[in-house]
């Protein structure tokens, strides 16, 4: 696995440094701000999310897989694997932005994948390691994917808005609140528009809980947005709110709390994303 690695590790990357070595094409600059608002993207999930490798049919996963090694030579991008499973082939590439992308994005830099060095006969070798918070990026992604394939066999379907943790800021009375939504999503499906704002639950709150506390702050803070009237400028009725999980239990605590709150509230299970888009 260590040859999927190799490459020079430059210690100091400047503008400059990026003007010179780190030549990219206008689809490949598409990924840079896809894995910017997604900070992690597994390299088979990418191909269906960039609409310029999307449309390159069955050479897109060729295509993108060289990409991908030119931008991991060039700093621009850094990339990792889950931990192979015994009997199991290898799993893809896992990509966040590196120095250079970053640069090449004017933002400030981020490392997502975190690095351990090990030296083995006196030769560095760099251990990269999984963020905590990769499943639930992982997941998020997954639904993007989802709706992507289900909207490209409907003519009349398409994702008008998909939105990645954009704040929503409001004054509650003299309360001050922060709403960030994983994604608000507009959705035209048919003769049907669908508005919602997601959020997507990997469960980690202790199971004792019979009142998920970060799930019930999540509606009550929904609740004060409603009745905020703000959101009208962006919607002609309040959004649908989801919750994505894989636990029955905070489905329905979700479903309960939403209604003894006034809100239009669904909890789903992480694998029946797609049998909710065609009941819409």
């Not at 210690?11 to 990219?24: A, G, L, M, P, S």
């Not at 910017?36 to 999307?54: H, Q």
């Not at 239009?264 to 009941?279: C, P, Q, T």
Request: charged residues 30%.
């Amino acid at each position: 696995m260590m040859s999927w690695y190799r490459r020079e590790e430059i210690e100091r990357i400047n503008r400059d440094w990026v003007d010179i070595n780190c030549k990219i094409s206008k689809r490949e600059y598409e990924l840079l701000e896809i894995i910017r608002d997604r900070k992690l993207v597994r390299r088979d999930m990418l191909e269906v999310i960039s609409p310029s490798y999307r449309q390159l049919g069955g050479n897109r996963t060729r295509i993108i897989n060289r990409s991908i090694r030119r931008m991991f030579k060039s700093m621009i991008l850094d990339k990792v694997h889950e931990p192979q499973r015994f009997m199991e082939g290898n799993t893809p590439a896992i990509l966040a932005l590196d120095r250079a992308g970053s640069l090449l994005l004017n933002i400030p830099h981020r490392q997502r994948i975190k690095h351990v060095t090990n030296t083995v006969d006196g030769v560095k070798y760099i251990d990269r390691k999984l963020p905590i918070f990769y499943s639930h990026t992982n997941g998020v992604n997954q639904l993007e994917v989802e709706t992507i394939m289900f909207c490209e066999v409907g003519s009349d379907r398409k994702v008008l808005e998909w939105v990645h943790e954009k704040p929503v800021m409001l004054f509650y009375g003299q309360e001050r609140l922060s709403i960030i939504p994983d994604i608000q999503i507009k959705l035209k499906l048919g003769r049907k528009h669908l508005c919602a704002f997601i959020e997507y639950d990997t469960g980690t709150e202790s199971q004792r809980h019979s009142r998920p506390q970060v799930i019930l702050e999540k509606i009550i803070k929904y609740r004060k947005y409603k009745l905020s009237k703000i959101w009208e400028k962006d919607y002609e009725k309040f959004p649908i709110i989801i919750l994505v999980s894989t636990d029955e239990h905070r489905l329905l605590f979700w479903n309960k709390e939403c209604k003894r709150n006034g809100l239009l509230g669904l909890g789903i299970y992480h694998n029946k994303w797609r049998d909710f888009l065609e009941s819409v």
